[in-house]
Nanobody
Framework: QVQFVESGGGLVQPGGSLTITCAAS????????MGWYRQAPGKERELVAS???????TYVDFVKGRFTISRDNARNTVLLQMNSLKPEDTAVYFC????????WGQGTQVTVSS
């Protein structure tokens, strides 16, 4: 059974940093591209960063230069390092495979506020 468990969220001040983690299971992790998505209150879920099986990364414009996605195939995990956080980054963050219509995990809440 494919499963994603996100963790590491929390409350951080504007300009601060946070790293969130996604633990994946139920499939051959190294063969699939992975993405981090977020959903802010009242908004649709959106893709913010992705990493291919070959570790090529892609970012949406509003996180470029601030967020870094990485993967550890030995641990079946995907990390999202977030720097220079802004209040508009407040959202629940989710991960899943980019090429499959996987069920969503519970996500991890990131709140940027002073």
């Amino acid at each position: 059974q494919v499963q994603f468990v996100e963790s590491g969220g929390g409350l951080v001040q504007p300009g601060g940093s946070l790293t969130i983690t996604c633990a994946a299971s139920g499939f051959t992790f190294s063969l699939f591209g992975m993405g981090w998505y977020r959903q802010a209150p009242g908004k649709e879920r959106e893709l913010v960063a992705s990493i291919t099986a070959g570790s090529t990364t892609t970012y949406v414009d509003f996180v470029k230069g601030r967020f870094t996605i990485s993967r550890d195939n030995a641990r079946n995990t995907v990390l999202l390092q977030m720097n220079s956080l802004k209040p508009e980054d407040t959202a629940v963050y989710f991960c899943k495979r980019t090429s499959r219509n996987d069920s969503w995990g519970q996500g991890t809440q990131v709140t940027v506020s002073s």
